[in-house]
């Protein structure tokens, strides 16, 4: 019997090792190894991580990928992009199409002049030269007409501080692609000296990706995101993949109004519901705003995103194509450049903007060029047109608007949906 009983000890003691050996390579618990519980062995080699007897592979903790501020997140699938408002310029330039885009982040509201005014205030106090910090002035000028008493935002718009918390104007896409490389930076910096981490000597001043500490970069939403954040067809979700309707705006039904409760009755954007009429009447003024509005003002679609039509337009990525939609991949659609339709007409062979084509006798000259980029949504000096996320208008990267904004996006990293 004690022979027996040594014999089963034995046994256990070597079944009891073998499981702990496994536990260690599959990532303990008995589990299989995760990206945030990859275990104590590798389980190609077997050897140890994080072993710095033994100068061994170093997996940092990781957590997922940390919150960025002011982010939402908008989970990914497949929906239909494109206007389902009535083409009134007979452009059809954005015919629908089935699409599916990767979950991402998105800024909740947009880029306020309190934003823009930290980012001129860290150029100034850097090593950042002179030009820089002028090429990333707003221009205030976009507020002047010949015709209209403008003359107080041209000054105040941007730095008065009852303004801080509208929208910054007057910004060039590539004046707010460059603040979305600055806030990357200035963002993982922060992040990174909150963890306590000190940079590698062998890093060149670069945070390591493979920290899991740092965000990926902040950047324009292409216009399949924006436009698939902007209608936020997860608030139409019923029983298994079955939605109830489509949208024509942010929000549900063919109006501007809210019909719920106290706010009954009231816009539910900030746009221009005619000519001259910017904000309803003294006394019973409808969306409160001649201008630009504060940045949370209005209710918030179903993914928590503000203002997604009216009070500014927005840049994203894309370069502008009238043809757009025949080209693109159906999986994160995006139009970085003429691929596949340079700037030329498809049927005549002519350049866009070719002003001296024999079918061109008024010799306009076209914007679709390289550097011709994409804006959505409406604006407050726009009509309910425009309030539709389908719609598109383009303008070139350099030029800058009062009626044109921006936020950023961000894409989730380690995710498959």
């Given amino acids: 019997m004690k022979r027996t009983a040594g014999l089963l000890k034995s046994a256990l003691l070597v079944v009891g090792g073998s499981m702990m050996l496994t536990s260690c390579f599959l990532g303990g618990g008995g589990g299989r190894p995760t990206s945030s519980h990859p275990g104590a062995l590798s389980t190609a080699t077997g050897l140890a991580y994080n072993d710095e007897d033994n100068n061994g592979f170093e997996v940092k903790p990781y957590a997922g990928q940390p919150e960025g501020p002011n982010l939402v997140f908008i989970e990914g699938g497949r929906s239909i992009v494109g206007s389902f408002e009535e083409d009134i310029l007979n452009r059809r330039d954005n015919i629908e199409r089935t699409v599916s885009v990767a979950s991402f982040y998105m800024d909740e509201t947009e880029i306020a002049n309190i934003h823009w005014l930290e980012y001129l205030h860290y150029l100034n106090v850097s090593d950042s030269s002179r030009e820089v910090y002028i090429a990333a002035l707003p221009d205030t000028t976009v507020w002047e007409a010949r015709l209209a008493y403008n003359d107080p935002y041209v000054d105040h718009y941007l730095r008065y501080p ?156 894309d370069v502008y194509r009238p043809m757009s ?58 009509v309910a047109y425009w309030m539709s996320p389908g719609t598109r208008r383009y303008l070139d990267q350099d030029s800058s608007t009062a009626t044109i904004g921006f936020r950023c996006a961000m894409i989730r990293a380690g995710s498959n949906y």
């Fill in 162 to 317: 009852g303004f801080r918390y509208f929208p910054v104007v007057g910004v060039s896409w590539v004046q707010a692609s460059n603040y979305g490389d600055w806030r990357t930076t200035a963002v993982n910096q922060k992040l990174y000296e909150d963890s306590g981490e000190e940079l590698p000597e062998t890093s060149g001043g670069r945070i390591p990706l493979e920290s899991g500490i740092v965000l990926p970069n902040y950047r324009l939403p292409s216009e399949a995101e924006w436009e698939y954040a902007a209608t936020a067809l997860i608030g139409t979700q019923w029983l298994d993949e079955n939605q109830t309707h489509q949208r024509l705006y942010p929000w549900d039904g063919h109006a501007l109004r809210n019909p719920y409760g106290k706010e009954m009755g009231y816009f539910l954007a900030n746009f221009k519901r005619g000519r001259g009429d910017y904000a309803g009447i003294a006394g019973k003024l409808n969306d409160g705003a001649l201008i630009t509005s504060y940045i949370y003002e209005f209710p918030p679609n179903d993914f928590g995103l503000y203002n997604m039509a009216g009070n500014v337009s927005e840049w994203v990525l």
């Fill in 325 to 382: 939609f025949q080209d693109f991949d159906d999986l994160n659609p995006i139009r970085r450049d003429g691929y596949m339709d340079e700037t030329k007409n498809e049927f005549t062979g002519e350049q866009y903007y070719n002003s001296d084509s024999e079918n061109n006798p008024e010799g306009f000259t076209s914007l679709i060029t390289d550097e011709a980029r994409v804006y959505k949504g409406g604006s407050w000096k726009d």
